[in-house]
């Protein structure tokens, strides 16, 4: 059984920076992905960073490429998202996610990720 912790979030103004983190707890089997979500007010839960066990990043979103970096620290069991130049439209709740790297499904298809922490809210203000 896995759970994720996120922490980080925050109001900032345009232009800001902040660090999501996600403590993963408990133990499993085989490789995993981990993944950043976010979901605002009557929006679909989108997929914003995935990465692997190895560190390998396997998607970033258009809309963040070149602001939002992801990474992990494997000794920490921590995995982040670094969060640059934060415009209004990021403002959501940002979900970690966890699932099997076997499975056969896109890296951003929220329903596949089978782990999810309770989200932390990034709130950017104009």
């Known amino acids: 059984q896995v759970s994720l912790v996120e922490s980080g979030g925050d109001s900032v103004q345009a232009g800001g920076s902040l660090r999501l983190s996600c403590v993963i707890f408990g133990n499993w089997y085989g490789t995993y992905v981990w993944g950043w979500f976010r979901q605002a007010p009557g929006k679909e839960r989108e997929g914003v960073a995935i990465i692997d066990s190895r560190g390998t990043l396997w998607y970033y979103a258009d809309s963040v490429k070149g602001r939002f970096t992801m990474s992990q620290d494997n000794a920490k069991r921590t995995v982040y998202l670094q969060m640059n130049s934060l415009k209004p439209e990021d403002s959501a709740m940002y979900y970690c996610?966890?699932?099997?790297?076997?499975?056969?499904?896109?890296?951003?298809?929220?329903?596949?990720?089978?782990?999810w922490g309770r989200g932390t809210q990034v709130t950017v203000s104009s």
């Open positions: 996610a966890a699932r099997p790297e076997t499975v056969a499904a896109p890296h951003d298809d929220a329903h596949s990720y089978n782990y």
